[in-house]
């Protein structure tokens, strides 16, 4: 499965889940337009998303009223997926899906009356991503370009692939400040946001501190056949989650 079919594996369950009352919290009519316009924004024909959700509905313990095909019981991946993704509420995973569809429509132009902005151009990729990880999401991400255009990050993006997460390092699998039921995870960019300007979900991989200061310190490179940071050759921090980059 590729990071978009994961991503829209994300937002069939929440239309599954939530019917009517997602298809509304996202501004839209009906299922089926909701559904066009959402693969249309990720760039992915109808069918994915389409059969994605009838797979969600055909779920014995679905809510929802709708009947999904059953001539095949549902494949595990569903089945994990959906009893992750119930730990959520109606309102978090609004948040989640929200984040997700619009980062998908890429970076837009500087708007004239844009303020409360950062450049990042003259930033190390430790200092961007320090920005990139502050709770305040009211500081926008620009980027001005060599030929001097300037464009616009969505940051909300980070802070809902954290919310995603739960507070667990994609390497450790664990929150490592559980028992003080904090989040300290970061956003890594995967190809440094200095060098891609990349700042897609499919691009960011959410990090323990110490994770991600590691991967920093020994410049490891990220394999994403073998979901693995690697260093001379050899892996060395294999992805143990990952709801939204690819196939575990
Ligand atoms: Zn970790
Ligand atoms: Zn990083």
Known sequence: ??????????????????????????????????????????????????????EFDALPDSSSSRRGWRNRPPIKEVVEMASYLRQFSFAELTGIVQSLIENAEGSSPLEPEDHNTVSLAQMDEEEIERIANLSDETARLVYMSRAGNQRVYNRSIVTQLKKLYRGRCQICGVNPVAEFDADICEAHHIKYFSDSQNNDASNIIILCPNHHRLIHKKTLVFDSERMAFSADGKDRLFVKIDYHLKRT
């Open 1 to 54: 499965m590729n990071a978009t079919n994961k991503v829209l594996s994300i937002i069939a369950f929440y239309l599954s889940e939530f019917d009517m009352d997602a298809v509304n919290a996202l501004g839209f009519k009906n299922r089926t337009e909701a559904i066009s316009t959402i693969s249309a924004k990720v760039g992915s024909g109808n069918n994915y998303l389409k059969l994605r959700c009838d």
